[in-house]
Every structure is written in structure tokens, then in C-alpha cells.
């Protein structure tokens, strides 16, 4: 159940700059959210982040307001930030400052967004295989990846691992098996295997689920194997949940593979919890 926030949201501070101008929601707590700059849009490569934020009214501070915000990483492709936006895949995380916020507010309601910024970006010109490890929302960074390969007219082969804890959690699941299934009859598509795992298989929310289980980093060293999947030939991005970056990390280290051939962006830092002291279950 969605805990009550009570914090007033400023409509019409003055920083605001952009606007929310798309939104649709996978689940409860998982939704699809598209910012807009006021003007042009500011290029970003894809892997990149956005911050966005709101101001809230707090009497403490000398202007009366601060602003909250968070830092996504951006899901679309760089391509139709100006005449689009920037869509951002966010989990609600209960207790949390900033996304509790971002769920309260109705399309058209005015942000502050800044950026982009980051180092977790393709390398140029590797063609070997894009092993792409994310634990929930992580996996927004290679679904903006693939789309600003795809439009480029040079896919990179992919292997798409995407681990949460019920399937109904799976965001962009249709796109990526649409992505997988014309490609593999040949009708264009994207070169990937689509390899998606959940958690917890006994839950009720997985019956019926018939894929692969376990947590993501535990199926690393296993699909490397099943799919020949070598230093050599592989070049990994891992994004999301710190302490699934980490255990995914040391597994292809004992695979062999050299540091700089393992990329990783952290959502938060290791140990850390939600401020407001909530729970959250990206896996
Ligand atoms: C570079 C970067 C890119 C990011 N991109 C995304 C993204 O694309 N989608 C996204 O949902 N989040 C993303 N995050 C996380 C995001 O910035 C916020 O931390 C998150 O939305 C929680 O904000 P909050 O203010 O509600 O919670 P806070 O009060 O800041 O609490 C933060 C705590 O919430 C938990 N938490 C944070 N993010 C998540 C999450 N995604 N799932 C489960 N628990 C979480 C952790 O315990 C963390 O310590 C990214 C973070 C970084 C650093």
C-alpha cells in the first residue's frame, strides 16, 4: 500500500525549466516517466543520467522551499530528446524522499532537470558481444543502448539479463521479446537474448513463470557458459543494485575477465537505505 505524503509540492518555482509531459505505470510501483525541457534538449549519449527534481515547501530554509531531487538514468534514445524528452524507468521506493514525489505528480506538472552526466556509456567501436547485467530499473540504461544502436543501423549482439524478484516487475519486457523474436525470424528486430530471472519462483505473483530463477548475478556464471561467453568475446555492462554489481563483478573477475572489460554503474551506494527508513525490492 502507498504510504500518504503530505509534503506541499511548489508548481511554479521559478528553476523549473522542464516539464512531465508522459507517464504510464508497469505496476504499482514501477512507472514510465517522461521529462521535457522547456527549449532545446541537451544532447546525452546513451548510459548517461538525468537529475530531476521538485521543490517542496520547508519553512526552515531561508527562501521557503528546497528542491528533491534524484539522479535516472535515461531509457530513450538520445534521438528524440528534443522532440520527445528523456524517459526515465523509476521504482517508487517507499520511505524514500524523492520518488514518493514524482508518483504524486499529474502530467504537465512543471520540474527542474539537469544534466546529463556520466561515464557509463558504450565503448567506441567494440563489437564483440554486450553481455548487460541490471538488477530492476537497471536495466533503463541498455534499453537506451540498444534503441540508439538500432536507429544507427549497427545493433551490437546483446545478451540481456534483467533480474527482479516477481515477473510482473519485468519493464520493457514486451519490447525486449519483440526485439529478440523478429530478429530471430529474421524481420528485423535486435540482435539479443532476452535472458530475464525472478527471485522468488514460489511466490504466487511467479506462478506460472517458466523462465529461468534465481537472483541475476547468480545466473552469470552459468548463461556465460551455456552461451560460450568468453573474455574474448565479451565485453559486460552491469547496472542497478549494489550489491548485485558486486557479486556479478567478482564472478566474471574469476572468469577472467580484466577489469576494465566489466563496466558498472551503481544506483546507490553499498549498505545504504531509504532516508525515510522504507523497504524497497529491486532485486
Ligand atoms: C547514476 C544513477 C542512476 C540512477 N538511475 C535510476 C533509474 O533509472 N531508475 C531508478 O529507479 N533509480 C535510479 N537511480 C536511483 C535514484 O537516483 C534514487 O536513489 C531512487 O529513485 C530513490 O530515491 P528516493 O529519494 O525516493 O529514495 P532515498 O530517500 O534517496 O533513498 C535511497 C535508498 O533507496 C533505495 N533505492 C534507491 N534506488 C532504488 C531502486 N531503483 N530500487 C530499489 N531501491 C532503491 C536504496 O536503499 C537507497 O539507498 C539512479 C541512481 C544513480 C546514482
Excluded at 33 to 47: E, H, M, N, Y
Excluded at 70 to 87: F, L, M, N
Aim: with cysteine; aromatic share 10%.
Amino acid at each position: 500500500m502507498l504510504e500518504l505524503d503530505e509534503r506541499v509540492i511548489d508548481t511554479d518555482a521559478p528553476q523549473y525549466n522542464a516539464s512531465l509531459v508522459a507517464r504510464s505505470d508497469e505496476t504499482e510501483s514501477l512507472g514510465y516517466f517522461t521529462v521535457k525541457f522547456d527549449g532545446s534538449a541537451t544532447p546525452f549519449l546513451s548510459g548517461q543520467y538525468m537529475t530531476i527534481g521538485v521543490f517542496v515547501v520547508d519553512p526552515t530554509t531561508p527562501t521557503g522551499t528546497k528542491i528533491v531531487q534524484r539522479p535516472y538514468s535515461v531509457a530513450s534514445d538520445p534521438g528524440i530528446a528534443d522532440s520527445t524528452g528523456y524517459e526515465l524507468y523509476v521504482r517508487l521506493v517507499q520511505g524514500g524522499l524523492f520518488t514518493p514525489l514524482l508518483w504524486r505528480l499529474p502530467l504537465g506538472h512543471r520540474m527542474r532537470m539537469i544534466g546529463p552526466k556520466g561515464k557509463f556509456t558504450l565503448e567506441p567501436d567494440d563489437d564483440r558481444t554486450h553481455l548487460f547485467i541490471s538488477s530492476g530499473t537497471g536495466n533503463a540504461p541498455f534499453v537506451s543502448m540498444m534503441k540508439m544502436l538500432l536507429r544507427e543501423g549497427r545493433p551490437r549482439k546483446a545478451v540481456f539479463l534483467n533480474g527482479v524478484s516477481y515477473a510482473g516487475d519485468l519493464g520493457y519486457r514486451a519490447l525486449l521479446e519483440g526485439w529478440e523474436r523478429d530478429s530471430a525470424m529474421g524481420s528485423g528486430g535486435y540482435p539479443v537474448q532476452y535472458i530475464p530471472t525472478v527471485s522468488r519462483p514460489s511466490a504466487p505473483e511467479n506462478a506460472g513463470w517458466s523462465g529461468r530463477s534465481g537472483r541475476v548475478e547468480a545466473i552469470v556464471a552459468p548463461v556465460c557458459a551455456e552461451l560460450g561467453l568468453t573474455p574474448d568475446n565479451t565485453i559486460a555492462y552491469i547496472c542497478g543494485n549494489p550489491d548485485m554489481i558486486l557479486a556479478a563483478e567478482e564472478t566474471l573477475l574469476g572468469l577472467g575477465f580484466p577489469e576494465p572489460q566489466v563496466k558498472k554503474e551503481l544506483y546507490w551506494p553499498k549498505g545504504k537505505e531509504p532516508t525515510g527508513g522504507g523497504t524497497s525490492t529491486d532485486e
